[in-house]
């Protein structure tokens, strides 16, 4: 039985460890403030296009999640907040905690008619670029809670003020001010998770310099019904479909230089991407240049009958470099060809490098305690009463991040217990 006298937990990270976490603590009794940075919940898992090894689309999972939370009174959402401070102990944590303008507020139906006239627009963080929104915006069709945002770095704000009258709902306040908000808590699970690793840092891949070379995460957006080309696998130089398309493994993992761990989704996200490209283009051609492939358990199976299509083709070898036919934009790869003992150049359309997840915590001033050089959050160095779920722990997917979070919540709501 919940203590109903217990404090609240807090949750840092509204991705699908974090919104597993809190509903999980929730149905079982407990309250729980679920803080996350970003204006929506929905984390990464929302970029992706199918998941493996079904190859179904993550949102169904989703929105089951979301009705889980949408009528449950015992989570409070916190959204465009970040936690600035933690004081306290187990059982009597204090947070301070930020929350950015709210500038829509919930009386917004998602009509779209403050996007109509709002004259701003902003690189679509989102889209990883790739587009462009209006200041004001909406991150997907079923992104939740189901009100717009507005950029304030975009909008000109008063100044301009055109969404305010076009708002019939009177959802849009541009003198909304940023607040700060004191909340105690009895425990604190970090769920902060990933970004994709900045592939320009590995300068022989030419990412960030030639437009044909994408990461994985592009990949998925390039490819899903909601993204840029809206499904339409095209390359982004010039909307060339991508018929030849090379995928490279490890690109910076597994290298002390970048991310000296292997973030064990890569191969599995690149097997299902080929998925994408065969089934689009019947008559295309996929390569995968590897070291070795990590499709540990059950996704064996799944690799292994991609890996069967004769239009796959696998290159064991370390890429070496990659360049560009300034004339054509195609994109040519440099390998050693491992089993052939010689090395190979291939031309292709788009290369996909299959870059690794890179802690939130990774980097100075994030604000999250992160232990070691890879910016995860450990368990076992954390304070009592501090917990650590999902790839904010250590690189994972999603079936084992929503594994993790449920044991994590069951010790969370065990006093006293940390380990
Ligand atoms: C290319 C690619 C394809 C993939 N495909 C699959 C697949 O098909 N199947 C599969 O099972 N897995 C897949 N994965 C892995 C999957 O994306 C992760 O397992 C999943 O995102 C983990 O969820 P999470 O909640 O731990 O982290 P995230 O999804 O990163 O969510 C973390 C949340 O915390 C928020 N946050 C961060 N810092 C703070 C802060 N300081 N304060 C408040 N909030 C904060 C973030 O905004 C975010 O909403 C793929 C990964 C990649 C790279």
New binding site residues.
Partial sequence: MVDQNKKPIAV???????ITAAVEASEAGQNVIL????PW?????FM?H???PKLCSPLCGMEINFQRIRNNNKVRIMTQT??QSISGSQGNFKLTVKTKPEMVNSNCTACNKCVDVCPEERSDDFNLGMKKTKAVYFRHPMAFPTHYAIDADACKGESCGKCVPACEYKAIDLSAKEKTEDIEVSSVIY????K?YDASKIDYYGFGKYKNVVN??MM?RISSPTGPTEGKITRPSDGKEVKNIAFVQCAGSRDRNHLPYCSA??C??SF?QATYVREQYPDSNVTIFYIDIRTPGKYDTFQQKIAEDPNVNMVKGKVAKIEEDKATGDVIVTAEHILEGKKVEHRMDMVVLATG?EP?GAGSG???PVHGEDGFIALDQLNPGMFTT???KNP????N?LMDAMSTVLRTMKTGDKA
Avoid: Q
């Fill in positions: 840092i990270g509204g991705g699908i460890s974090g803080l996350e940075k970003d919940l929905g984390g990464r898992v992706l199918k998941y493996f970040e936690v769920a902060t998770g990933w994709p994985n995460v998925e989704i890569c599995l996200a299902k997840m939130n994030t604000g999250l999902g790839v904010a994972t997917d999603v079936t991040s």
